[in-house]
């Protein structure tokens, strides 16, 4: 495998699908995050005007706590937060490692230096993988 394809197939395709996978990851965890917000700030006010003659606002309430428990839950069972940000690390590792590749700087000073590139691109990946197993199984 040449420097060039190296860096096109492997780690060009990682960075890009790392960045989308982030971006999706952060919305999804930022509209849970407002439905929750939107939802709890709403909850003490229909509190406040509920009375005996307003049964349709205590359904509502029970609604809203029900809707607020399942996006909760949702978000712990599937930790977008911690995702978004494991994978905007990972691709933002692989862009700095391209760039001291590429600028023949730090680690990569020396001639033989695809060994070295491959050795520590696919480590950072083999590490967010582990770390994605990980969250997995907690």
């Known amino acids: 495998m040449t420097t060039e394809n190296y860096l096109e197939e492997r780690i060009d395709n990682q960075i890009s699908w790392y960045d989308k996978k982030s971006s999706v990851l952060k919305k999804r965890h930022y509209t849970v995050k407002i439905i929750v ?3 709890s700030v709403t909850l003490p006010f229909l509190t406040g005007i509920m009375s005996d003659k307003t049964p349709h606002i205590k359904i509502a ?3 809203g706590s029900l809707i607020i428990a399942f996006f909760e839950g949702i978000s712990s069972l599937y930790k977008y937060q911690e995702q978004w940000l494991t994978y ?12 001291l590749f590429l ?4 680690p990569y000073e020396k001639s033989q230096v ?5 050795t520590r691109c696919e480590g950072i990946m083999s590490d967010e993988n582990q770390t994605w197993q990980s969250t997995l199984t907690e």
Do not use: F, Q
Not at 88 to 99: D, F, G, I, V
Not at 103 to 106: A, H, N, Y
């Open 88 to 99: 905007r690390n990972t691709a933002e590792s692989l862009k700095r490692e391209k760039l």
């Open 61 to 63: 309430i029970a609604a």
């Open 103 to 106: 600028t023949k700087s730090g």
């Open 37 to 39: 917000i939107l939802i």
């Open 114 to 118: 695809l060994p070295l590139l491959v």
